[in-house]
């Protein structure tokens, strides 16, 4: 056996994707501190907050009387969570997913074509998406489906 035949494989420099959490909350204007501004004593010796620095989670109204923040920030959903099982009033909820159907219907298009190219467009899309399993295993089949 070579030893490139051996040799163990690079790793992905490409990270997945975290997906998109949402947090809610009730009522308006919630603000969470990740980290404080700086500060600095001016000269006439009041604390003066630094522009451009700290890092505040503003949450969003969601038209329905209470807030939402969502976010891919590994940090951030962290952080969010912590505060979520501290306080209990921040929850995570989960993002609803698009329809599938308008896609299985482009799945049933493309393997009726036989367009293997297609399908597997789809699927990386997909992936990098909504991850949608009813999708992902209609492809799966129409793929393999192709292949006899």
């Known amino acids: ?3 490139a035949a051996t040799a163990p494989k690079p790793k992905s420099k490409t990270k997945k994707k975290v ?17 404080n501004q700086d500060e ?3 000269e006439k010796g009041v604390k003066v907050t630094r522009p451009n620095t700290g890092h505040r989670i503003v949450f969003n109204p969601d038209g329905f009387g209470g ?3 969502e976010s891919t920030n590994e940090d951030e959903i962290e952080f969010l969570r912590e ?21 299985l219907v482009q799945i049933i298009k493309h393997m ?3 367009d293997t190219d297609a399908l597997v467009a789809l699927a990386q899309e997909e992936e990098e998406t909504h991850e949608r399993e009813d ?6 089949d129409a793929l393999e489906a192709l292949k006899d």
């Open 1 to 3: 056996m070579s030893p």
């Open 19 to 35: 997906s998109k959490v949402r947090f809610v909350a009730p009522g308006e204007g919630a603000v969470v501190t990740m980290k």
């Open 112 to 114: 009726r074509a036989g």
């Open 67 to 69: 807030q939402f923040y």
């Open 135 to 140: 999708v992902i295993e209609a492809i799966a």
């Open 83 to 103: 505060r979520a099982n501290m306080f209990g009033v921040i929850t995570e909820m989960p993002i609803p997913k698009p329809d599938s159907s308008p896609v």
């Open 40 to 42: 600095v004593i001016s």
